[in-house]
């Protein structure tokens, strides 16, 4: 083996050495430079505001027309997050945030974007958190339609759908879906109904999702304290 | 001089990965460009192109079965292309649709059953940007 090629292996070994150490140590710089590659991903315009702010206040006007009395007294404070990276592959759909243990972050904590459920933390460390989106295949939540409630269970996907639905329910486009499940306070609203169907087994009807935001977009969460 | 060509590859598949994962498409173009690497570095060289595709790619502070797969399978490759090196124009495009026929099958069997067609996608994307990858090593290797 030539000197060369000897001092080329050192040399080798040595930024290997160095890479481990961002990787086990230092992770988010590799999220730092990945932020570099994305495309930028502009804070919510101001149509989207809107859309969420409107979102936001059919989801209490529903809890106020028909369960006020019954609403759990909600916890206070939020703790604000930027988030780190996303899942790179195709198969979830998570996010990792800037915020731990160490900032009272804990598993199960729901995760909000502009006032709506975004997701749930998954995994905790101390300066970071793994958060669940509803978009990912896994993600599964009852959830309320509408001022009269009907029950839904919302199956997480890319296009999130709504199925268990009664059949005979007057779900419509535009009526409010909020969270109705364990471990998330009630009403937090998630999106709008964007068109119904027939279940495939035609016992139920089932509901496809609109969103005001784009969930590649999102830059900062607000997660509650549980 | 080959290595910091194929450097340069690596981040710009890590940007155009990124950039239209942004976008809603998912191409695994750095896994591509490492299993292509396979095929004319040696073994440091590789383990150095392997840790600064984990270190971009990795999303958590945590290890994952998707990111030790998406370290051993351009290895992998490694350990076994000197039995192909005098087709590589035949074996790297096969070795690309196995490593990620066998990624997607070990981190998500019911996603790539349920969904073929999204795998079919990634796997299209995918040979587009290894035989360009490729062509680019190829050259560069020949002078």
Known sequence: MTRERKSNIVLLCGLCIVLLFFIIFAPSYGWKLRQFFSA??????????????????????????????????????????????RYPFNFKNELTVNVGSDQGVATGSAVLFQGMLVGQVQSVWHDSALV????????????????????????????PVIGSITKGSLVSPGDIVYAAGLGFPYGLPIGEVDATSTSADSLFEQA??????????????????? | ??????????????????????????????????????????FWEMALFVLFGVLVVNWQPAMSME???????????FALHGAFRSQRWVTVPIAITCGLFVFYIVIAPHFFLNDPVAFLEDLFGSLIAGELIFWVMYRITKR
Not at chain 1, 136 to 159: E, H, T, W
């Open chain 1, 40 to 85: 930028s991903n502009a804070i919510s315009s101001d149509d989207q505001n809107i859309a969420a702010e409107n979102d936001t206040l059919k989801a209490e006007l529903a809890q106020v027309q028909t369960l006020q009395s019954e609403l759990p007294t909600s916890t206070s404070g939020d703790i604000r997050a930027m988030v780190y990276s």
């Open chain 1, 132 to 159: 669940q989106t509803i978009f990912d295949n896994d993600f599964k939540m009852p959830v309320r339609i509408g001022a009269k409630g009907y029950d839904g269970l919302l199956q997480g996907s890319l296009c």
């Open chain 1, 208 to 226: 496809s999702l609109r969103f005001p935001y784009d969930v590649n977009s999102i830059q900062t969460v607000v997660i509650q304290r549980q």
């Open chain 2, 1 to 42: 001089m080959r290595p910091a060509i194929a450097l340069l590859i690596l981040i710009l598949a890590s940007g155009i990965q990124f950039w239209l994962a942004g976008g809603g498409i998912f191409f695994n173009l750095v896994l591509t460009a490492l299993i292509v690497f396979a095929f004319f570095f040696d």
């Open chain 2, 67 to 77: 990111i030790f797969l998406f370290a051993f399978i351009p290895l992998l490759i």
